[in-house]
């Protein structure tokens, strides 16, 4: 297996050609008509004679031949030699996140998701060999990324959520801790390894929640939840496709829509299954989450192939040198042929 470990150079080099030859036929045009108006064409060229085009143009080809093996070099060419089986031990993790209406309220900063977010996206940095996957809802539940190792596209899964993201509004804590049940069950082997961090405001009517809890806690997973928001009441803001502010959601009869965070029911799931509550609020940290999750058994998750790939950037390196010191070598005219043709002009 051959490939290049800088792609954007490789590419360079690989349009180079092009770019000189276009560079090389406008130096031409342009040399002329410098010589054009320096004087007549005529003498110029007898005082010119111990130039050789041919040496000129073979130090300009010279040249150009070095650039380009000196940027494939730049590109670092890597052959693949062997592969190696690199094993992994860690835990599966889900992360619900709760994309509601309810989750723009700004008592925490900036609001609630992005907060939630943010802090999402740090606990993923601490991962080392766990699998993470993205689970949004808000009327309903569904998995936005599957458990992965790729920690790089669960953040990207995760950016592109937002409030609306779900056209069914409520807050479906039932569907979001079933999803995961359901995808633990499709990809885990493992009962003493699995956890899901449920991040909402906790507004939930259903009753069918604890019962689930329950059912967590029989196939061996912890429920870690986060509680976004302030116990104070806040209202919540809306904004226009333009992302301005116009005002605060109301219900039918025109009240305001007061938004106040469910502790209770959260702390009950976290208990029920073993795992912990923590509020979120501008102080929140998925930090002592992580530290908790680590305290659960790991299991193997699986093997990752490397190729093992040795450089070979000495050979286009060495040869791009060559091709500079042959140019410097080369001379641009012919020794000794000069002081004969003046000699001759000045006869005539």
């Known amino acids: 297996m051959f490939r290049f470990e800088n792609q954007l150079i490789f590419y360079a080099a690989l349009v180079f050609p092009f770019f000189y ?3 090389w036929v406008i130096n031409s045009r342009r040399r002329k008509k410098l010589l054009a108006k320096f004087g007549n064409l005529t003498l110029i060229r007898k005082m010119m004679e111990n130039v050789s085009p041919l040496l000129r143009r073979t130090k300009g080809i010279f040249v150009g031949f070095a650039v380009f093996f000196l940027l494939i070099a730049m590109a670092r060419p890597q052959k693949g030699t062997g592969i190696e089986e690199i094993k992994r031990k860690g835990h599966d993790i889900f992360v ?25 996206k740090k606990f993923i940095d601490k991962l080392q060999g766990d699998r993470i996957g993205i689970i949004a809802f808000a009327g309903v539940s569904f998995v936005q990324c599957p458990l992965t190792l790729d920690y790089g596209a669960a953040k990207l899964f995760l950016d592109v959520l937002e409030i609306g993201s779900i056209s069914e509004t409520g807050t479906d804590i039932s569907g979001a801790i079933e999803a995961s049940l359901e995808a633990f069950a499709r ?6 390894h699995k ?3 449920l991040v909402t405001d906790g507004e939930t009517h259903d009753l069918e929640t604890l019962d689930l809890a329950k059912q967590s806690k029989s196939e061996g997973l912890k429920i ?16 226009d496709g333009r992302g301005n502010n116009t005002g605060y959601k109301k219900d039918r009869q025109g009240n305001v829509v007061i938004t106040k965070l469910d502790e209770m029911t959260l702390q009950e799931i976290a208990n029920i299954t073993g795992g912990e509550y923590f509020r979120g609020q501008n102080n929140l940290s998925f930090e002592e989450i992580y530290k908790q999750i680590q305290k659960l058994d790991a299991v193997e998750l699986g093997t990752r192939k490397y190729s093992n790939f040795e450089e070979r950037y000495q050979i286009p390196l060495i040869l791009g040198l060559l091709f500079l010191v042959l140019e410097a070598l080369i001379p641009a005219a012919i020794a000794g042929k000069r002081g004969k043709k003046l000699g001759k002009l000045y006869e005539e």
């Open 21 to 23: 030859a276009v560079i």
């Open 224 to 239: 870690f939840t986060v509680g976004m928001g302030s116990g104070n009441g806040v209202p919540i803001p809306t904004f």
């Open 187 to 192: 990809d885990s082997t493992s009962n003493s």
């Open 195 to 197: 956890a899901l961090v």
């Open 96 to 120: 619900a996140l709760d994309v509601s209406e309810s989750m723009n309220a700004q008592d925490v900063t900036p609001n609630r998701l992005e907060k939630a977010k943010y802090e999402i």
